[in-house]
């Protein structure tokens, strides 16, 4: 069977897919249909953040499958109260949530919230958002439009109004206008370079933001749950949000999005909803997602792990200091940056090569995103063969 060709003639063609046919995955390792074993360090975007074939939360869908999977958001759902609770125990911020199914999505709930806001509180109705260059916030025509990237907005005009885009961290204080109710960020852009935000800088436009009525959503798609080594990376930062929203790691690959919120009182009934938003099977996985990486934190394992990981890849940055350019990131979060695009391909299709799975990010970033579970010798593995991948690259 020509799998290629079939997914060619039959899927829409908006992924530039590598075709390899991955059949079983065990933490850190994928192997193919040839057994050929390769080292993720892409944990498939951010997502697979307690590893592939994790037992602990397989059994766990697997047990909520075979009993409840869906009864929608009419009744109790007590996998959903329970997780809501837990994430707030966990980030220690007074809020209350909202499930959804993506990240695209919770980022929409999150535009709601803040236009509701706008509408209820100040002299004149509030609705500008703004957001950073270089941001990436999903793929739904709003969230789309929040994303500071031109490129992306070339078709599916006309699009909602009321989005400005800020060069960087310093000049949204200069952006900052009567119609203005909120300001969202990530904290390190996953999309956009992996080069975290200046924790004083970001302190300082909370602040301010505080200070003016005016909404500081962060959006923890990818930087959330222990992906920087604490639950949130607005934890890190010391920072209070107003929202923030979650997606990639929660499940540990089972799709949901959160948007959390201290404007416990924003929503009325029937302001917002879903379908399939926080049902049986999607919370069961993360309240699993969470207990996980909660005892990997508490242990002090994750520490150590993110610790090694980040010497092993700085001793390779300092190695080939003619490709890499600069080292960035936090935790599980980290990029190696070279001279251009053309290099960025070339390593990333070298290192497919050599067995171990990495991604792009912005023009010229070099993005690692493991498993938080990763083993030591699954790094040194992933290192190993991608230090390797550098050999006869043509650096200029
Ligand atoms: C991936 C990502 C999104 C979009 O999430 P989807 O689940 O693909 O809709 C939004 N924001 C950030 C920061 C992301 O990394």
């Known amino acids: 069977m020509d ?68 009864i929608s958001n009419l009744y109790l759902i007590e996998p959903q109260t329970l997780l809501a609770k837990k994430l707030v125990e966990l980030s220690g911020y007074d809020m209350r949530l909202f499930f959804a199914n993506s990240g695209a999505e919770a980022n929409e709930g999150a535009i709601k919230i803040a236009r509701k806001y706008g509408e209820e509180n100040g002299e004149v109705k509030r609705y500008k958002i703004i957001t950073l260059k270089h941001s990436f916030h999903g793929r739904t025509i709003t969230a789309l439009k929040a994303t500071g990237q031109e490129a992306m907005h070339t078709y599916f005009g006309p699009y909602p109004d009321g989005f400005v885009y800020a060069k960087d961290i310093d000049s949204i204080k200069d952006l900052l206008d009567d119609k203005t109710v909120a300001v969202m960020i990530e904290l390190i852009q996953g999309e956009g370079g992996v080069e975290p935000q200046d924790i004083k800088k970001v302190q300082e436009l909370s602040k301010i933001l505080k200070q003016k009525d005016i909404l500081l959503i962060v959006d923890e798609v990818q930087t959330g749950i222990y992906r920087t080594g604490e639950v949130l990376a607005s ?64 242990s002090g394992d994750l520490d150590e792990r993110m610790l090694y990981f980040e010497d092993r890849l700085n001793e390779v940055y300092k190695r080939h200091q003619n490709i890499f350019i600069k080292s960035v990131g936090l935790g599980f979060m980290r990029g190696l940056r070279v001279k251009s695009a053309q290099i960025q391909n070339d390593i990333i299709q070298k290192a497919f090569e050599k067995r171990v799975l990495v991604l792009k990010a912005g023009r010229n970033t070099i993005r690692f995103l493991p498993p938080l579970t990763i083993s030591k010798e699954e790094i040194d593995e992933g290192i190993k063969r991608f230090e390797e991948s550098l050999k006869g690259l043509n650096s200029q």
């Open 235 to 298: 934890n890190l930062y010391e920072i209070e949000p107003d929202i923030i929203t979650l997606a990639k790691g929660l499940g540990g690959g089972v799709p949901i999005g959160a948007i959390m919120t201290r404007l416990k009182d924003i929503f009325s009934f029937g302001d917002h909803g879903s379908t399939f938003g926080g049902n049986y099977l999607s919370c069961s996985a993360a309240n699993e997602v969470l207990d996980i990486l909660e005892e990997l934190k508490s």
């Open 3 to 70: 799998l290629k060709k079939i997914d060619l003639d039959f899927v829409l063609h908006t992924y530039k897919r590598n075709y390899v046919n991955f059949k079983r995955g065990v933490n850190a390792t994928l192997f193919d249909e040839n057994e050929n074993d390769y080292i993720d360090f892409t944990s498939g975007i951010g997502v697979v953040s307690v590893g592939h074939g994790n037992r602990r939360l397989a059994n766990r869908i697997c047990e909520q499958a075979k009993n409840i999977i869906h």
